[in-house]
């Protein structure tokens, strides 16, 4: 029975305007059970035809049939399959894969076969081929006798019909190609067909049937042993490809990367960076916003402040008006008029020296009543809050801030002591709550005194700085801006002309959205401008990818000669980039993370690190990957067989 027939079959390369013969009609047929050896000078084309027989290549024209099917007319993915169950190859290099060990080169076409590479299923063979105790030795490890013994045992991993050794002895010395043409002639007495090319005439001798080759044509074929009639007894071969986990994939890219240190390091540094800037941007900019909401919430509620403005007479430019100037009566008033607000609060402020024993301090008087505590979120810690009477009866009595605290008594004991004011006694009687710094200003570096005792004993004054109006959620703000507004320049008979910029009333509201808007807005700009490092940590990875695929070009036309079909050489370099992606991006968030940590620990920046950004970041790590993997995957699954293997 004929296994292989060809039938008129050429092979013609155009190079330029010239047309090559490589294969020049050729008619040929083995059958089953034979051991072919074809030979001719270079250039005969006896390496072509055997190419093509183990359909690494294809004829110009012409119709080859393997086991009665014409191969010339199937597609590329059940080509694949040809060689992957009924082919086996043994090369003149070996191409072994130089991080693998003997045992997973043997194993290596199961990865397509049966989707993993089984490295006990590789020791029968290995055993077979004399080399079960070289299993766990890299090629570099054995000779190269050793080597092509492995890449014998790799043939025959699959039990292939067919085996097809191109110059199987060719780098070898003389007691190491004895060995190989021992194993070939038992393989074919166990009834395998074996079809060698060589150019030498005492290993072709030792074939059963001779055929030489010049300018692409056989001149001759001779038998010189007869062909026995027993075959090759097999199970049914397989026609399906093996499907390769996720874990496996993984499994394989990782080594592939382990096997290149340096290269894969600095593929990872890039999305590493990237990832790292990420992370840190969004816990900086979060942290930002969440020391923002503090310090506005610190500053109370929903409110309205009012404050004095210019009043300006007809005609007259704005710098030359008078001050419209606000009262503590104006804030009853208020509170009568608009009984929907919670609450009023007026208060003023000026700056004074502060001395306790031999220790000075200069900060913010504040002279407030005892509604401002609520509507600014101010609470004492430590004593008590001035009376009712107190304020009325101008009592020198004050409230210290933490910082005040500090300064003046470090720690000690401060309630019931005595500190001067612009040189006049105040009785401590309670510590305020900290709250911290807010822009510029650190507030807790003040000094709250009764509001009467600040106008007449502090600053001589009748007027107040500005009057705080606390509103519920529901209201409209606005419009009650507006109302304000209206009801102050009527009660002061302000004139129509000046009454714009009489009293100003500030939304706090308004000043948090924006505040918070402006914080966001920064926020993103400095993300975006983190992924872009993240792109260019991809691009790293498309470059370092295409220097892989082009180096390896010879392992993927291995790969392909042992079965992978073009989508499993996608799935591999994909799978590779999308793992560095990965350990770009978990190395990337422990380093942002850290880094993070850093900057709030020593330079006392607030960051705040959430899942979300964390679990965005690792997500554009990965997309990164699969993203600016595909092309150099591309290129690498479109390789021809042939191609890839002669390339140097």
Request: neutral net charge; hydrophobic residues 45%.
């Amino acid at each position: 029975m004929s296994m292989i027939e060809l039938k008129n079959i050429f092979k013609i390369y155009q190079m330029g305007d010239n047309k090559l013969t490589v294969l020049n009609d050729i008619n040929l047929k083995i059958a089953e059970g034979d051991f072919v050896a074809i030979m001719g000078p270079s250039g005969s084309g006896k390496s072509t035809l055997m190419n093509l027989i183990g359909c690494l290549d294809t004829s110009t024209s012409g119709d080859y049939l393997l086991e009665g099917k014409n191969v010339s007319t199937l597609p590329e993915d059940e080509v694949a399959l040809i060689r992957l169950h009924k082919l086996g190859f043994i090369f003149q290099q070996f191409n072994l894969l130089s991080y693998f060990d003997a045992a997973e080169n043997v194993a290596l076409p199961l990865l397509y076969s049966q989707g993993e590479i089984d490295r006990e299923k590789a020791m029968p063979f290995l055993k077979q081929v004399g080399l079960l105790e070289r299993a766990d030795h890299l090629p570099r490890e054995m000779s190269g006798g050793q080597q092509q013994r492995v890449a014998i045992a790799r043939s025959l991993v699959n039990r292939p019909r067919l085996i097809l050794a191109d110059e199987p002895t060719g780098n070898l010395d003389s007691h190491s190609e004895e060995q190989v043409l021992k194993i070939l002639e038992e393989l074919n007495e166990q009834g395998m067909t074996i079809v060698m090319v060589t150019h030498e005439d005492d290993i072709g001798k030792r074939a059963h049937r001779t055929i030489r080759m010049r300018d692409g044509k056989v001149v001759s074929d001779v038998r010189n042993k007869p062909l026995r009639s027993e075959t090759l007894v097999t199970s049914a071969v397989e026609t399906k490809a093996g499907v390769l986990t996720v874990e496996e994939h993984f499994k394989q890219g990782l080594k592939q990367l382990l096997s290149n240190k340096v290269r894969t390091f600095l593929s990872i540094l890039g999305v590493m960076i990237g990832v790292a800037s990420v992370v840190t941007m969004m816990a900086i900019g979060l942290g930002a916003q969440k020391s923002i909401e503090s310090q506005l919430s610190s500053l109370g509620g929903d409110l309205l402040t009012v404050r004095s403005g210019i009043r300006r007479s007809a005609g007259v430019a704005a710098q030359s008006g008078a001050t419209a100037m606000l009262y503590y009566e104006d804030a009853e008033a208020i509170a009568n008029k608009f009984p929907t607000i919670l609450g009023v609060a007026p208060s003023l402020e000026g700056r004074a020296q502060v001395s306790f024993k031999n220790k000075n301090w200069n900060t913010s008087i504040m002279g407030v009543d005892q509604s401002y505590y609520d509507l600014r979120s101010w609470k004492v810690v430590e004593g008590r809050n001035f009376t009712t009477d107190e304020n009325t009866k101008r009592s020198r009595v004050a409230l210290i801030g933490a910082t005040v605290y500090k300064e003046l008594f470090g720690g000690k004991n401060a309630i019931g002591e005595n500190i001067k004011i612009n040189k006049t006694n105040f009785l401590v009687v309670g510590l305020l709550n900290e709250k911290g710094s807010s822009g510029f200003r650190d507030q807790d570096d003040v000094i709250f005194v009764p509001i009467e005792t600040a106008k007449r004993r502090l600053f001589g004054r009748n007027t107040v700085d500005t009057i705080d109006v606390q509103i519920p959620n529901d209201i409209d703000s606005n419009a009650l801006v507006d109302q304000i507004k209206a009801f102050l320049n009527n009660r002061h008979k302000i004139p129509l002309s000046s009454q714009e910029d009489a009293f100003m009333v500030w939304n706090m509201a308004d000043m948090k959205n924006a505040i918070m808007q402006s914080n966001q807005t920064m926020t993103l700009l400095l993300t975006v401008i983190a992924a872009i490092s993240l792109v260019v940590g991809g691009i790293g990875i498309m470059n370092i990818m295409l220097v892989s695929v082009k180096e390896r070009t010879r392992e993927i036309g291995l790969r392909k000669a042992i079965g992978a079909r073009p989508r499993d050489i996608l799935s591999q370099f994909l799978v590779e980039s999308v793992v560095v992606g990965i350990l770009g991006g978990v190395f990337g968030i422990a380093f942002g993370v850290t880094l993070a940590l850093v900057l709030n620990y020593f330079s006392g920046w607030t960051t705040s690190i959430s899942v979300m950004s964390i679990v965005i970041s690792f997500g554009f790590s990965l997309l990164i990957g699969l993203i600016f993997g595909v092309y150099p995957a591309k290129i690498a699954s479109d390789f021809h067989p042939i191609e890839a293997l002669r390339h140097d």
